[in-house]
């Protein structure tokens, strides 16, 4: 999720202790991360503003052991660990350009603060250079040792050509579209004794906003305005009629679930975007709400999310909804007026009139807003929230009581009663009512849980899960199940339990107490970066899904959600804008075990739009819906795979079995009756 308005993010995930063959480094903060390869040629050099970061290392290879550092100093050389992370804490007093110089020889890192700001990016992603099965055209023969009897026919999901098992082999003509992969499935399988599982779920991602306008009607709803300019950080008419109207599409891909941006009201003005407030910056992403019981009007009304689900559940498609326990949004000059929250100046301008002159910045919309005035006990106030302001408790240092990027943070820990504020009580429209003996956390969950009763939404992506307590999570899951199975009973349906997968900033493919709190699912924020390599040669993939596998089958409640590009991190196609390469990567993910999500665009290689000082912002650039031929045939390879994911649940829920051989990477996956043969003959010559 994006959370900071005055943050330009470069950060990363936090990386697994293995051994790769070229060292990797990433750079994160709390909410956003990014991750490079180290070159010992050429220094990394990016831009970094006023935070806290943590610099994860992994893929020295050697002997070497060093004592992680306490604080990082500039100029001075910093011992890496071999065979395993290097995890530094640092802090930017002053934004700039910073410089990363990795010693090959001493395995060391030196931090420099640049003079100068560059011109332009100076990094520039090269395409991994790795070793790689090569495919010299005609027939080949694969070895299925004995996953299937002499006699059975087997048909290429990817090409449609149909082959017959002799001796335990096949022969078969490659498609050249498929990038070197075939896709083995029996010419006779039956789906009816492999039912879905949400190990095999194929999640799609829409953020809303950017998604499909259907409504232009709604396009500037709470007077929120177009900034004229870049559009950087506004809203861009995408709603969930548009969602509605793409669903064939979405189908199209082989989508069993799809992931909805917050579709709550958000706040209706605006913050200062980037550090140098170069735009302005509203809540289009859903992360920071001002009502959880409505739906914000810029994406629709109730009537829209019924007939989505309705429509979604009729082509065998879930829906997930974002829930938001931890924070609140901002207090924008828009929202203090419109609630007469009395903290602002005497004169002040209409919100959704003032924009800053050719002197000023978006930032300098704070002059209007006194934050020393004691009336701020009228906002949300000090019983609900932590914030930097009079009558309210600091922020902690713990991941519960910490602020992220400044946003107000419920105490979700609390166990006082307390009564929402009278602003949002008679916020028009609203369902929330006061309750006696509720705690925070009891009217946050009710909130949430209101949606999953009224509608049979499926399931949660929960945002920021390791700053709210487990036993809320538990409670959480806990309602949601019990509204889920009261919405079925009441329109005769039946279906899987409710569904939560939480993003843990960080987390990697391996079973963690999390999913003792009530998680189904958490997102694996290691493949992204795995995934360069799979990209350049899909063997390359060959120990993570053997790793995802194996855990898979010793783990029966564990499923990691795979992705290649996010919101928070960087879009895939951005790294190398190589549609080949792309092409690549999407085997690689939608072939991976486990749970798999596709950010939108994806499909069709969508690139960054502007960001000006705040590189997210452009990884939520407009889907593209007029495609080039390149585009075109990208999304036909992806609705290819997608849909040989989507029949055989034992692609990502399988057991995994490889099958040695010469000049190619060939396994088995096996789940329940449902066996598929998956084979890389090598990329082609150029």
């Known amino acids: 999720m994006k959370l900071k308005a005055d ?48 610099i994860d290392v992994i893929g020295i290879d050697g002997n070497c052991e060093a004592t992680e550092p306490q604080k990082v100093l500039f100029n001075q050389a910093i011992q890496l660990n071999c065979g395993a992370t290097t995890s530094i804490p640092f802090k930017i007093r002053f934004t700039g350009d910073y410089s990363f110089h990795y010693d090959a020889n001493e395995q060391t890192l030196l931090f420099k603060r640049e003079a100068k700001k560059a011109k332009e990016s100076v990094f520039k992603r090269p395409i991994p250079s790795v070793e790689c099965e090569i495919y010299q055209g005609g027939e080949v023969t694969l070895n299925l040792g004995d996953s299937f009897a002499d006699g059975t026919l087997l048909r290429d999901a990817y090409s449609d050509q149909i082959v017959t098992v002799r001796d335990q082999q096949i022969s078969i003509l ?17 789906q009816q004794n492999t039912p879905f599982t ?26 929120r305005r177009k900034d004229g300019m870049q559009e950087i950080g506004t809203f861009h008419g995408g709603d969930l009629k548009g969602v509605i109207e793409k669903l064939d599409y979405i189908a199209s891909l082989g989508t069993n679930v ?36 409505k739906i914000d009007a810029n994406l629709g009304n109730e009537d829209d999310l019924k007939t989505l ?21 901002y207090a924008t000059l828009a929202d203090l007026q419109l609630d007469s929250i009395e903290v602002t100046s005497v004169n002040t301008p209409s919100a959704s009139q003032w924009q800053p002159n050719t002197q000023q910045s978006w930032h300098d919309v704070h002059q209007f807003i006194d934050y020393q005035n004691p009336n701020w006990t009228n906002w949300w106030g000090p019983d609900w929230v932590r914030a930097g302001l009079p009558g309210y408790d600091a922020p902690g240092s713990s991941d519960v009581t910490m602020t992220l990027a400044g946003l107000p943070d419920f105490k979700t820990e609390s166990v006082q009663r307390v009564t929402p504020p009278n602003w949002l009580l008679a916020n028009p429209g609203t369902r929330v009512k006061a309750r006696e003996n509720f705690t925070i956390a009891d009217y946050l969950i009710e909130w949430q849980t209101d949606w999953v009763k009224r509608f049979g939404i499926d399931g949660y992506r929960v945002d920021t899960v390791k700053h709210v307590g487990r036993d809320v999570w538990l409670r959480l899951k806990q309602e949601a199940s019990t509204s889920l199975e009261q919405w079925r009973e009441q329109h005769a349906q039946t279906g899987q339990p409710f569904w939560m997968m939480g993003e843990v900033w960080g987390h990697a493919a391996y079973r963690s107490p999390y999913f003792d709190d009530g998680f189904d699912a958490l997102i694996n924020f290691d493949m992204q970066k795995k995934l ?7 063997s390359k993939m060959a120990d993570t899904y053997q790793h995802y596998a ?13 992705y290649m590009s996010s919101h928070d991190t960087e879009l895939f196609f951005s790294r190398f804008k190589n549609y080949e390469l792309q092409r690549n990567a999407a085997s690689a993910l939608l072939l991976s075990p486990g749970a798999i999500q596709v950010f939108y665009g994806d499909e069709v290689g969508r690139d960054i739009g502007p960001y000006a000082d705040d590189f997210h912002q452009g990884t939520r650039s407009d889907m593209v819906w007029q495609l080039s031929l390149e585009q075109q045939k990208l999304l036909e390879h992806w609705q290819k795979i997608g849909k040989f994911r989507q029949t055989h649940p034992a692609v990502g829920a399988g057991e995994q079995q490889v099958i040695e051989q010469k000049n190619a990477f060939v396994f088995s996956r096996t789940y329940q009756d449902d066996k598929v043969i998956i084979a890389f003959v ?3 010559k150029k």
């Open 7 to 54: 943050l330009l993010t470069i950060s990363t995930l936090l990386a697994s202790a293995c051994v790769v063959a070229e060292p990797t480094i990433t750079i994160s903060t709390t909410t956003n991360s990014r991750n490079f390869p180290l070159n010992p040629n050429q220094p990394l050099v990016v831009p970094l503003v006023k935070d806290s970061y943590t």
């Open 174 to 190: 490659p498609s050249p579209k498929s990038g070197g992969v075939v896709l083995l499935e029996p010419v006779e399988h039956s």
């Open 198 to 223: 949400y190990r095999n779920a194929n999640i799609y991602f829409v953020m809303i906003d950017r998604f499909n306008n259907a409504d232009p009607s709604n396009d500037n709803s709470y007077r």
């Open 258 to 293: 799809i992931w909805l941006s917050p579709i709550v009201e958000q706040v209706h003005g605006f913050v200062g975007g980037g550090e140098k407030g170069s735009f302005p910056f509203y809540a289009y992403h859903g992360y920071w709400t001002r009502d959880f019981t």
């Open 309 to 329: 689900v309705t429509e979604a559940h009729k082509r065998g498609i879930k829906i997930l909804l974002d829930a938001v326990l931890n924070h609140s949004g």
């Open 532 to 538: 360069d390599k799979g990209a350049a040669c899909f």
């Open 550 to 562: 194996n855990t898979l089958k010793k783990e029966p409640d564990f499923n990691p959600v795979s």
């Open 682 to 684: 090598g990329n082609s």
